[in-house]
């Protein structure tokens, strides 16, 4: 008996069963496609305008203040023990 159960779960149904969603449901899921687009194109709009003729930049940033380097600091100290370094090792080398 069960194996005769098991047999007749596994065909498929000669008919397709009918699914059917509430008339409220599918309203609402297509409110809110139409909804989440508006909103996007919405966004799209704003990235591409600008709103003043003249925007005010700040004179004074992070990355023209604090973040910035001078070469002579930045470059001549990873120079210097990058060349100390070389030459130790050749030295080093050298003595062999």
């Known amino acids: 008996m069960l194996a005769g159960l098991f047999i007749t779960s596994n065909f498929l149904p000669t008919k397709t069963p009918i699914i059917t969603i509430p008339i409220t449901l599918k309203l609402s899921a297509l409110l809110v496609t139409a909804l989440g687009l508006l909103i996007a194109l919405e966004l799209t709009s704003l990235t591409n305008k600008q709103l ?18 001078p070469s002579i600091i930045h470059r001549l100290a990873p120079k210097i023990k990058l060349s100390l370094g070389q030459t130790i090792a050749t030295h080093l080398i050298d003595q062999t």
């Open 52 to 69: 003043k003729i003249t925007p005010t930049i700040p004179l004074h940033n992070f990355s023209n203040m604090l973040g910035y380097f």
